[in-house]
C-alpha cells in the first residue's frame, strides 16, 4: 500500500537558519514526489515536484527537496529561513502504478514555525 | 488567468439546510477532487472524478454527493448538513498526463449550527 509519513507535527527554525522538513513514503513502482505549503484559512499551494531526473529539485520560494531513493525520503530544505515560510507543509506522494485517478496520498502535515 | 474557483469562502447554516459548495476550474483539467480538512490536519479525499459523468467516492466515507456534468464544474452536496460537517472543503484538479501535481482552490470553511 502507498504511504507518506511526516514524523515533525512542528519544526521550529530561528529566521535565517536552514531548516528541512522531513518526509518518507512506501509507493510500488517508481514514485512521484510533491511538496504543498498552506496558510490559514487558504488552500494548499503547490511548491515542487521530483519526476525523474535530478535527486535536487529547485522550487517555488527559494525551497528544495532531495529525493533519496535508498532511504525513500524527500525532505524539503530552504538554505534561510523567514518568518514568512510559517505555514502547514504537506508532502505528497502517487506511485507510477496508480493508475488513471492520479490521486496522490497526503502526509499528516508539519507545521513550520520561523522565529524572527 | 487559469485558476481553480470555490464559492463561498465561508458559510454558517442550521442543521438540516441543503448546502451546495461549488467548484470551478478554468484550467482544462479532466481530473477534480474533494478534499475534508479538519483545521490544521491532514486532507481526507471524499469524491473525485476522471472526468465529464465519471464520480468516484473517495478513502473517507462522505454523507455528501457530488456531481460532474461539465468539465470546468465539480459542485458538493450535502442534503442535510449536521454539526458533524463542520469542517474546511477543499477543491483541487490535476490535468491527465504529466507531473500529476493537484492545484488547490481556496476551500470552503463550513460551520454548521
Known amino acids: 500500500a502507498q504511504s507518506v509519513a511526516q514524523p515533525e507535527d512542528q519544526v521550529n527554525v530561528a529566521e535565517g537558519n536552514p531548516l528541512t522538513v522531513k518526509c518518507t513514503y512506501s509507493?510500488?513502482?517508481?514514485?512521484?514526489l510533491f511538496w504543498y505549503v498552506q496558510y490559514p484559512n487558504r488552500g494548499l499551494q503547490f511548491l515542487l515536484k521530483y519526476i525523474t531526473g535530478d535527486n535536487l529539485v529547485k522550487g517555488s520560494y527559494g525551497f528544495e527537496a532531495e529525493f533519496n531513493k535508498s532511504q525513500t525520503s524527500f525532505h524539503l530544505k530552504k538554505p534561510s529561513a523567514l518568518v514568512s515560510d510559517s505555514a502547514l507543509y504537506f508532502c505528497a506522494v502517487r506511485g507510477s502504478y496508480g493508475g488513471a485517478t492520479n490521486k496522490l496520498i497526503f502526509g499528516t502535515g508539519t507545521l513550520l514555525a520561523v522565529q524572527p | 488567468e487559469a485558476d481553480i474557483y470555490q464559492t463561498p469562502r465561508y458559510l454558517v447554516i442550521g442543521t438540516g439546510k441543503k448546502i451546495t459548495l461549488e467548484c470551478s476550474q478554468t484550467m482544462g483539467h479532466d481530473k477534480m477532487y474533494w478534499y475534508q480538512q479538519d483545521p490544521g490536519m491532514e486532507l481526507h479525499l471524499i469524491h473525485y472524478s476522471y472526468g465529464v459523468n465519471s464520480t468516484e467516492k473517495g478513502d473517507l466515507s462522505s454523507e455528501s454527493t457530488v456531481s460532474r456534468i461539465r468539465t470546468e464544474h465539480f459542485p458538493l452536496t450535502l442534503e442535510s448538513a449536521r454539526p458533524s460537517h463542520t469542517s474546511q472543503y477543499l477543491c483541487?484538479?490535476?490535468?491527465?498526463?504529466?507531473?500529476?501535481?493537484?492545484?488547490f482552490g481556496p476551500g470552503t470553511r463550513l460551520t454548521v449550527t
Open positions: 509507493v510500488s513502482g517508481n514514485p512521484y
Open positions: 483541487a484538479s490535476s490535468a491527465g498526463t504529466g507531473g500529476y501535481e493537484q492545484y
